[in-house]
């Protein structure tokens, strides 16, 4: 495989529900075996020629490389923003007892 087969996925969202919902989803979805939710974080941005400033959730989502685009159109289609942000960070180390066990658990479901 070429490129890191393990990622760490970041969206925001303007709400802790909304994160809740968003990393809750993913999880279920097997699309993420883990998510954290971080806030609140303040992002200063530039939107539409202004700049912001908002209170914002953060997720991070541990994933795999194979799931990432299956991950990506769920966050994109459970997100309510314009233009998510979907960032995807590669995993270049880890406990291999934790990969392995992130791997098991994004793995498709044979009964989904």
Known sequence: MTGPEFLTVLTTTDSATKADALARG?????????????????????????????????????TTAARYQALEAHLTAAHDYDTPEILAIPVVR?????????????APSDTA
């Open 26 to 62: 993913a999880v279920e979805a097997r699309l993420a075996a883990c998510a954290q939710i971080s806030a609140p974080v303040t992002s200063v941005y530039r939107w539409q020629g202004a700049v912001e400033t908002t209170e914002e959730w953060q997720v991070l989502l541990k």
């Open 94 to 106: 880890g406990n291999a007892p934790y990969l392995a066990w992130l791997a098991a658990e994004t």
